[in-house]
């Protein structure tokens, strides 16, 4: 086996079936097993003791490796201090489409994990008890050992492991109900963190092979457009550089490092043929979307006659809401390692793509789904923009084309000028009240790139909880060659921004007060009802604050998920500042209290940091920014108190990722109306702006 194939994966592979366990095979879609098929999932029990859990989902910082290891460590009855992880290949087993999106790492695996787990525990069980000829139902399991109750006998998981590898699974396997659980519900350290603070986790960017080269790509600064010529001579002459090569995406620069093909890019001579995309620029694209607000779009929701309402109500309010491209930004720069052969293909990344990342592969190389091979890595941030496979399919060129491994690194210029971006968006709201102030009709249009599949550019709209009698949602898709893809919290981002601020000024055009009119409007959704309540009992809503401040509210029900923030906010030397954020919020039932909160105070500063300062423009189909000088990050100086309540709940559980993001940015602009009475109706927030 060669240094490049020779993975950790093998390795305990070869491991587990040297040292004789039980290896628990269990697939986590509904399907059938196919007869043939290499199962997805595998539990190694080994003689040790130790619980070697592959992780078929991906680690991206939001705690995945340990909320699935409690999942099924609460049914396997293991030692919480044997447990090891791993992340497995690509299968057709994982239900055919392995990779993180839209928070469902816990929704998706919440009842397939706690079965395996449960399986594993009752095979061990079956072991003990043919070697003690007793029932098996008589005997328990607890801490990585059976015990007989009768006796008071024990054997550990790891004496019996390789017997029970021989036990056929059972059937009807009964999960425990939750009154018993002992790991799901608690408070729990991230396995990760140790190997994250060592330095001995595994990142994309840390993959050596034997014989690797570094490459960059040279892509044109506008999208679409392609190399017409370019002259390599003067890269060449760079030291370090060992090749030019021309792929679908642009010319890359191959050398013995990363900055040696750095430098031999600067030096690349290329003429670009820039395409249509150069004419585009911010402002033309928002002239575009302004120009289709007065016709009818493709309709995302109808619910009564809205335009009659509108014509007969007491009172209409009307108002444009606007926001950017943003992009993703992780902080570990793209990058993926790949290794072509004639006969097989290996690719080590940083991905929450797998399935994607193995098509692509397979796509580029023409080589059979067996021979592929995608190893899954750490991620230092996704956001979304780690679901997509093109800079994985660039290191699978290069490596094609060169005919050695190849490790293939963005730079952040080129993170950020070549990004799949939050679609910019636009929006044209008006609303009717009755005589007494409560809203009777709703209509909003949407213009916006399209992305994502059906209903994302108006999710959050068309679909928004509140009992009004009278609604109307359309949506233009436009589509100038700005390459648009999911962004955390997706469609949420922008469109809670959109609908949170503008039932605002409806609230405030009826004389309610924006929480009541919530609570009203609520009636018939209990769960974001109560959590409406509790943060705003906990938030002290209508008590008096300190001079130059306000509060301001807004929710969100994504992601499978309830949230409720209320921003306590003040204007200090021109600058918006959020002191205070209460979340409420109602995920169904929670895996890991801890990583809970640490996810909504990333969501939250995600959020605000795209509210206050985030935003991507065009000029001559270019993106303006280039660094972080340009696109800023919230300073921890900047960053405000985060205070979380979890409501309690027996439901099935929601994604927890994503569900804070979109709530921050109404939450804080509605708080500055209060304060100053101006509105916010466009992104990121430009105090001199307003209105």
Avoid at 537 to 566: C, E, F, M, Y
Wanted: net charge neutral; glycine share 10%.
């Amino acid at each position: 086996m060669s240094a490049a194939a020779m993975n950790r994966r093998a390795f305990l592979s070869a491991a587990a079936a040297a040292a004789g366990g039980l290896l628990v095979r269990f697939r986590l879609s509904a399907a059938p097993a196919p007869a043939r098929s290499k199962l997805d999932a595998f539990v190694y029990v080994g003689a040790d003791d130790s619980v070697l859990l592959y992780i078929h989902k991906a680690e991206m910082g939001q705690g995945t490796v340990t909320s699935l290891s409690m999942l099924l460590a609460e049914e396997l009855e293991c030692d919480w201090r044997q447990i090891r992880t791993d992340f497995p290949g690509v299968s057709r087993e994982f239900g055919g489409n392995q990779g993180v999106v839209g928070s469902a790492s816990i929704r998706t695996s919440w009842e397939p994990l706690r079965r395996a787990g449960a399986t594993a525990r009752e095979m061990l069980k079956e072991a003990a008890a043919r070697q003690w000829s007793v029932d098996r139902a008589s005997l328990r399991a607890e801490n990585s050992f059976i015990v007989n109750p009768s006796n008071g006998a024990r054997l550990s998981y790891g004496s019996l492991a390789e017997s029970a590898s021989q036990v056929p699974p059972p059937t009807g396997i009964t999960l425990k109900d939750p009154s018993q659980f002992h790991i799901i519900g608690k408070p729990t350290r991230r396995l990760d963190t140790p190997a994250k603070v060592d330095g001995s986790a595994v990142f994309g960017i840390d993959i050596r092979l034997p014989g690797m080269q570094y490459a960059v790509v040279a892509r044109c600064p506008v999208f679409g457009g392609k190399a017409a010529r370019f002259d390599a001579s003067k890269a060449k002459a760079v030291p370090g550089v060992k090749n030019v090569i021309a792929i679908p995406s642009g010319v890359a620069v191959l050398a013995d490092n990363t900055w040696s093909a750095m430098e031999g890019r600067r030096k690349l001579e290329i003429d670009w043929d820039e395409g249509p995309v150069a004419a585009i620029s911010t402002a033309s694209l928002t002239q575009t979307f302004a120009g289709l607000m007065s016709q009818p779009g493709q309709t995302a929701r109808k619910v009564g006659d809205a335009e009659a309402a509108l014509s007969g109500a007491a009172r209409k309010v009307e108002a444009i809401y606007q926001v950017p491209f943003l992009a993703h930004a992780p902080m570990e720069p793209l990058n993926a390692t790949a290794h072509v052969r004639p006969d097989g293909c290996e690719v080590w990344a940083s991905t929450q793509g797998q399935t994607a990342a193995h098509n692509e592969a397979r796509r580029i190389t023409g080589l059979p789904p067996e021979a592929v091979k995608i190893y899954t890595e750490y991620m230092g941030g996704g956001f979304g923009r780690r679901a997509r496979s093109d800079y994985i399919g660039e290191a699978v060129e290069v490596s094609k084309a060169a005919g050695v491994p190849v490790k293939l690194t963005w730079s952040r210029e080129d993170d950020l000028q070549q990004d799949w971006y939050r679609p910019a968006s636009y929006g044209h709201f008006v609303g009717g009240l009755d005589a007494d102030g409560w809203p009777v009709a709703w209509t909003t249009r949407i213009a916006c790139p399209p992305f994502g599949g059906g209903g994302t550019a108006t999710e959050g709209i068309a679909n928004m909880p509140y009992a009004i009698p009278n609604i109307l949602v359309d949506y233009h898709p436009v589509d100038k060659g700005i390459p648009v893809s999911y962004w955390r919290s997706v469609g949420y981002s922008q469109n809670v921004f959109f609908a949170e601020s503008f039932l605002d000024e409806l609230a405030a055009q009826g004389k309610k007060d924006p929480v009541e009119l919530r609570l009203r409007l609520l009636e018939n959704v209990p769960r974001l009802k109560a959590a409406l309540e509790l943060a705003a009992d906990q938030a002290g809503w209508g008590k008096p604050l300190p001079p130059g401040h306000a509060r301001g509210v807004g929710l969100s029900n994504n992601v499978g998920s309830n949230t409720v923030q209320i921003a306590e906010v003040s204007v200090e030397r021109g600058k918006v500042r959020v002191h205070r954020v209460v979340c409420a919020v109602d995920c169904g039932h929670v895996v890991n209290p801890s990583g809970v909160g640490q996810q909504i105070q990333s969501g939250i500063v995600f959020g605000l940091t795209a509210a206050l300062k985030g935003g991507i423009t065009l000029e001559g189909g270019r993106v303006q920014q280039s660094n972080f000088h340009q696109y800023d990050m919230l300073r921890i100086d900047e960053m405000p108190k985060v205070e979380v309540h979890i409501v309690p709940s027996q439901a099935a559980p929601g994604g927890i990722g994503e569900a804070s993001t979109p709530g921050i940015a109404p939450a804080m602009c509605n708080a500055l109306y209060a304060l100053t009475g101006k509105r916010v109706r466009k992104l990121p927030v430009k105090l001199e702006e307003l209105g």
